[in-house]
């Protein structure tokens, strides 16, 4: 090449990175990956300049990063939890599912989902070992927003155990404790047995922890069981349905509460003859679940298997 009469420019000033990266990259050919990744320079040179890093600071925030891949592995994701607590996947969630044609509302997805979970009959409790807490009874149905009943409609279940730990965490709980698939009845029921779940801490022994501590923020989610709803012809429902106080939804660390997702989890103190074997007290909760029409699809997991 000839650089002789015009040579390109090299940059000299703070003001020149951003059109030179962004000329750099101008040749694209896929028009939504150009979109992004331009307005990601732009937005990120932006904060670059208005917070003014140092260089230990540029180092330790790398570090950070470089920690929450090292922490990422099979049976834990501590990216999915960074992106949590940030709020980032609550706005993404909403941005996608506004709930806007009566569709039960949906909620992020969370790192513990394992895909893998075995398929139960209706009525199979997914307490697989020893497992504190109240016995649970949840029950309900799929349904179209035209209220039709959906069959063969996969609700794909996760929980934490009461002590605040899912089973890939956990050395003492069974492979797939508090999992399972379960497929809607013609008349669109489902229905399964479990345990309470309790209001649980994120992980916080990684970089998400450091973080959580130097904001001051509590790690808490409010208790709740995990559901993904899938039916052909229906866009995939990805909820959480919450059991707690109106505080503890309030702080949930990931902002993933919303009220619509509130169940109904009922106390029995007196035997019922609906559940006879039952210890006391135990709950029942009923939710329907409302899918509307749509592309059927599934979240990659964040996880795919069980510490041993
Ligand atoms: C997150 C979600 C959960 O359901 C949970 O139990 C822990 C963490 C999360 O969104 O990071
Ligand atoms: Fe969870």
């Not at 009922?266 to 007290?281: E, G, I, N």
Request: aromatic share 8%; hydrophobic share 40%; proline share 8%.
């Amino acid at each position: 090449m000839d650089y002789v009469s015009t040579p390109p420019k090299l940059i000299t000033k703070e003001a020149d990175v951003t059109p030179t990266v962004l000329a750099a990259m101008a040749d694209t050919d896929n028009p939504r990956l150009k979109e992004i990744m331009t307005v990601l320079v732009e937005h990120l040179h932006q904060f670059i300049l208005k917070t003014r890093p140092t260089e230990e600071e540029f180092e330790y925030a790398l570090r950070w990063i470089v920690e929450i891949g090292q922490r990422t592995n099979e049976f834990h994701n501590e990216v999915v939890l960074a992106a949590d607590v940030l709020g980032a996947s609550t706005l993404i969630d909403l941005i996608n599912n506004d709930g806007m044609q009566g569709e039960t509302m949906s909620a992020l997805l969370g790192p513990f989902y394992r895909g893998d979970a075995p398929v139960c009959a209706n009525g199979d409790c997914i307490a697989r070992s020893q497992t504190p807490g109240a016995t649970l009874f949840f029950s309900g149905r799929v349904i179209g927003t035209d209220g039709a009943p959906i069959a063969g409609a996969m609700l794909d279940v996760w929980q934490a155990s009461p002590v605040g730990l899912y089973e890939n965490q956990d050395e003492t709980q069974e492979d797939c404790n508090l999992r399972g698939k379960f497929i809607s009845e013609a008349d669109g029921r489902y229905h399964f047995r479990s345990v309470k779940p309790a209001g649980y801490p994120v992980p916080t022994d990684g970089p998400v922890g450091v973080l959580l501590r130097a904001q001051n923020r509590e790690p808490m989610r409010p208790a709740h069981v995990h559901f993904i709803v899938s039916a052909p012809g229906h866009k995939t429902l990805i909820t959480q349905i919450f059991s707690d106080t109106p505080e503890a939804l309030a702080a949930d660390v990931v902002f993933g509460a919303k009220q619509q997702i509130v169940g109904n989890f009922v106390m029995h103190t007196a035997p019922h003859p609906d559940y006879p074997d039952a210890s006391l007290p135990f709950y029942t909760c009923e939710y329907d679940f409302k899918l509307v029409r749509g592309k059927s699809t599934l979240p990659v997991p964040p996880i795919s298997g069980k510490k041993s």
